[in-house]
């Protein structure tokens, strides 16, 4: 199992431009999560779903867009990038059985200038 | 608004000491309490959780400590090593919906 997958590890954006994080489980869970990580403010939640087609908004979802088709991928759409959306971004599954433990990808670091 | 205040930001800890991180929310509905260790470059991973009817639990060298009525959660680190050397995010969600994190502690342990 790879567990959660991130693309990409890096990107560069300039201000308005848009683009994709894809996020991807190979352990059929049914809720994934999208965070935002910033020096010394923890983890954010940006949005979240409890199955495909199903998604609900987290602490801090302006400027962001996701969609669920399927229960393996969660891509997370940056719509005119803004400096305010330079951060690490982390994609995290569970099972949300007896236990609600997330697993968490390795992260994409996005710097918008 | 920060839902889950976490102390102190950094800590600093000889070997074989004990490490101790705490935090404090205020929404009762909170239903699960997990602590999270990241190392540089790595996504947090899952070190101990807790739910609010037990007031301890205990894995290895790690204990959270449950204070329902203070709303407080603290997280123990017996014998703590050089490989402790970490940042700590403690965190609390209401049925693993919404989650929220506190703002992290950066821990070093100097052998």
């Known amino acids: 199992n790879a567990g959660v997958t991130q693309t990409p590890k890096f990107r560069i954006l300039k201000i308005g431009q848009s683009m994709t994080l894809q996020c991807t489980q190979d352990m059929n869970h049914n809720y994934m999560y999208w965070y935002r990580q910033d020096p010394g403010m923890g983890l954010k939640l940006i949005y979240y779903?409890?199955?495909?087609?199903?998604?609900d908004k987290g602490e801090v979802p302006n400027g962001y867009n996701v969609s669920r088709s399927t229960t393996e991928d969660f891509p997370l759409r940056l719509e005119l990038a803004a400096p305010s959306q330079t951060s690490v971004y982390f994609c995290?599954?569970?099972?949300?059985?007896?236990?609600?433990?997330?697993?968490f990808g390795p992260g994409t670091r996005l710097t918008v200038t | 608004q920060q839902q889950v205040k976490q102390s102190p930001q950094s800590l600093i800890v000889q070997k074989g000491g004990i490490s101790i991180i705490n935090c404090a929310y205020e929404n009762t509905a909170f239903d699960y309490f997990p602590w999270y260790q990241q190392f540089p470059g790595k996504g947090p991973a899952l070190l101990i959780a807790?739910?609010?009817?037990?007031s301890e639990k205990k894995e290895g060298r790690f204990t959270i400590s449950f204070n329902k009525s203070a709303k407080q959660f603290s997280l123990h680190i017996m014998d703590s090593q050089p490989g402790d050397s970490a940042t700590y995010f403690c965190?609390?969600?209401?049925?693993?919906?919404?989650?929220?994190f506190g703002t992290g502690t950066s821990l070093t342990v100097i052998p």
């Open positions: 995290a599954s569970s099972s949300r059985g007896l236990s609600y433990e997330q697993y």
């Open positions: 965190a609390a969600s209401i049925a693993g919906n919404q989650f929220y």
């Open positions: 779903s409890v199955g495909a087609g199903i998604t």
């Open positions: 807790i739910r609010p009817d037990v």
